[in-house]
C-alpha cells in the first residue's frame, strides 16, 4: 500500500498569497497517476488536478501541479476568498488507492 | 450531465448490515470503474473499494476486506455497498465516485449518503 503524507497540515494564509500544498509518497506512484481534490465544509470532493499536473475541466489556471515519483505539489498562485478549504491528494496507479491526510488552507 | 445519487444510508447498531446504493445516469455505466469512498466525521477521505466496469475485478481497503462487498448491476445503472459485521468506525458519510479512465482519478462524486453505527 502506498502511503500519501501531506504537509503541512494547516496552512494560514491570506487572499492573494500563494499557497504550496506538498504531497510525499512512500514508493513511486505508477506514471504519476496522482490527483489533487478539494473539499469545502457539507460538499462532496472537487477534483483539480490528475496525471499530477493536468488540469480538469473548468479548473482556474491558478491552480497548477508538479511533480513525480514520490514528491508532489499544488499550487495556488493568488488565493480567492472561494479557495479556503481542505486539499486532499490521491494515488490512483494502484489499489488501494490511497489519499493523504489533507492540508487546510484557512484565512489568516 | 453525470449525476450520482447514493441511498441506503441510516442508523444501525454494531454487528449489523446495512446496504448502499448509487444510481448513476448521464454516461454509460459499464464503461467505468466506480469507486466508493468514505469520510468519517470530521477526518479525511479514505478509499474503500472500486469495481471494474463489467464488475470482475474488485478491490477493498484492508479495512473492510472481508466485511464489505462491492458489487454493480449494469443493467439498472446501479452500483451497491453490502457492508456487514458493522463497527462503530465505519460511521461515515459515503461517496460513489466515478473513475475517470483506466486508471482515472475520480471526476464525478454523489452527494453522499450518511451511515451511523452505533455501539
Known amino acids: 500500500e502506498i502511503v500519501l503524507t501531506q504537509s503541512p497540515g494547516t496552512l494560514s494564509l491570506s487572499p492573494g498569497e500563494r499557497a504550496t500544498l506538498s504531497c510525499r509518497a512512500s514508493?513511486?506512484?505508477?506514471?504519476?497517476?496522482l490527483a489533487w481534490y478539494q473539499q469545502k465544509p457539507g460538499q462532496a470532493p472537487r477534483l483539480l488536478i490528475y496525471?499530477?499536473?493536468s488540469r480538469a475541466t473548468d479548473i482556474p489556471d491558478r491552480f497548477s501541479g508538479s511533480g513525480s515519483g514520490t514528491d508532489f505539489t499544488l499550487t495556488i498562485s493568488r488565493l480567492e476568498p472561494q479557495d479556503f478549504a481542505v486539499y486532499y491528494c490521491?494515488?490512483?496507479?494502484?489499489?488501494?488507492?490511497?489519499f493523504g491526510q489533507g492540508t487546510k488552507v484557512e484565512i489568516k | 450531465e453525470v449525476h450520482l445519487l447514493e441511498s441506503g444510508g441510516g442508523l444501525v447498531q454494531s454487528g449489523g448490515s446495512l446496504r448502499l446504493s448509487c444510481v448513476a445516469s448521464g454516461f454509460t455505466f459499464s464503461s467505468y470503474a466506480m469507486t466508493w469512498v468514505r469520510q468519517a466525521p470530521g477526518k479525511g477521505l479514505e478509499w474503500v473499494s472500486i469495481i471494474s466496469g463489467g464488475g470482475d475485478k474488485i478491490y477493498y481497503a484492508d479495512s473492510v476486506k472481508g466485511r464489505f462487498t462491492t458489487s454493480r448491476d449494469n443493467s439498472k445503472n446501479t452500483l451497491s455497498l453490502q457492508m456487514n459485521s458493522l463497527r462503530a468506525e465505519d460511521t461515515a458519510v459515503y461517496y460513489c465516485?466515478?473513475?475517470?479512465?483506466?486508471?482515472?482519478?475520480?471526476?464525478?462524486w454523489g452527494q453522499g449518503t450518511l451511515v451511523t453505527v452505533s455501539s
Open positions: 496525471g499530477a499536473s
Open positions: 465516485a466515478k473513475d475517470s479512465g483506466s486508471p482515472g482519478p475520480l471526476h464525478y
Open positions: 514508493q513511486s506512484v505508477s506514471r504519476n497517476y
Open positions: 490521491q494515488q490512483y496507479g494502484s489499489s488501494p488507492r490511497t
